[in-house]
C-alpha cells in the first residue's frame, strides 16, 4: 500500500491528452514540492517534472505538472506511442522523514 | 554530467547481508547533494530505502531502519548500502540516485539522475 495514491492504469489515443492524479495527504504533497518519474519498460526512471511542474532540459512540453493542496496531476497532450511507460509521483513526507512514491500508472498508448 | 553505476552481488542467500555500491562519474560525491538508495521489486514500485548526504548525515526508511546502513567512501568516490537478514521480499532492483541539494532542502529536491539499476534476487 502506497503512502501516495494512483491509479493503476490510464489509456489514451495517438494525439489525446491524459492525465495522471496522485493524492497524497497534508505531511507530504501538501507541505512539500511534487515530483514525476518516467520509466520506460525496462530501463530506470527518470525524472520528468519536479517542483511541481517544472521540466527538465530535454523533457518535452506536452508534459506537465500541477499541484493543488494535497493532490497533484501529470498530463501528456499529443499523446505518442513512446510515452507508454510507468509514471510515479513522490514527494517528501514530514512525518515519515523520507521519500514516498505512488504505486505507479502504467500508461497504454491505444 | 553525473552518471551513477550501481554495484555488486547479484544473490544472496536469506538470512546474510545483501551488500551494493554506486559509483559516482563526472561530479564529486563530497558536493553538497544527498546519495540515495530506491528499489523496485519485480513488477511492483518504487520504494525508497534511505540517503546520506557530503557530511554523512543519513535518512532511511522506517521500515528498513534496522536493517539498512547506508555509508560514503569518499577516497574511492562511491556510496554504498547494506541491508542485513535479508528475506525473498528483498529481491529487486536496486538503485542509486543523486538528490541535487546545491541551494536547497533535501525535502523540496528530486532524484536525479538514476543508475541503471542491479538485480538482487535472496535465495538459497
Known amino acids: 500500500q502506497s503512502v501516495l495514491t494512483q491509479p493503476p492504469s490510464a489509456s489514451g489515443t495517438p494525439g489525446q491528452r491524459v492525465t495522471i492524479s496522485c493524492s497524497g495527504s497534508s505531511s507530504n504533497i501538501g507541505s512539500n514540492t511534487v515530483n514525476w518519474y518516467q520509466q520506460l519498460p525496462g530501463t530506470a526512471p527518470k525524472l520528468l517534472i519536479y517542483?511541481?511542474?517544472q521540466r527538465p532540459s530535454g523533457v518535452p512540453d506536452r508534459f506537465s505538472g500541477s499541484k493543488s493542496g494535497t493532490s497533484a496531476s501529470l498530463a501528456i497532450s499529443g499523446l505518442q506511442s513512446e510515452d507508454e511507460a510507468d509514471y510515479y509521483c513522490?514527494?517528501?513526507?514530514?512525518?515519515?522523514?523520507?521519500?514516498?512514491f505512488g504505486g505507479g500508472t502504467k500508461l497504454t498508448v491505444l | 554530467q553525473v552518471q551513477l553505476q550501481e554495484s555488486g552481488p547479484g544473490l544472496v542467500k536469506p538470512s546474510g547481508t545483501l551488500s551494493l555500491t554506486c559509483a559516482v562519474f563526472?561530479?564529486?560525491?563530497?558536493?553538497?547533494?544527498?546519495w540515495s538508495w530506491v528499489r523496485q521489486p519485480p513488477e511492483k514500485g518504487l520504494e525508497w530505502i534511505g540517503e546520506i548526504n557530503h557530511s554523512g548525515r543519513t535518512n532511511y526508511n522506517p521500515s528498513l531502519k534496522s536493517r539498512v546502513t547506508i555509508s560514503v567512501d569518499k577516497s574511492k568516490n562511491r556510496f554504498s548500502v547494506k541491508l542485513s537478514s535479508v528475506t525473498a521480499a528483498d529481491t529487486a532492483v536496486y538503485y542509486c540516485a543523486r538528490i541535487p541539494t546545491f541551494t536547497i532542502e533535501v525535502s523540496s529536491s528530486w532524484f536525479d539522475p538514476w543508475g541503471q539499476g542491479t538485480l538482487v534476487t535472496v535465495s538459497s
Open positions: 563526472g561530479g564529486s560525491i563530497s558536493s553538497r547533494t544527498w
Open positions: 517542483s511541481n511542474y
Open positions: 513522490s514527494a517528501w513526507d514530514d512525518s515519515l522523514n523520507g521519500w514516498v
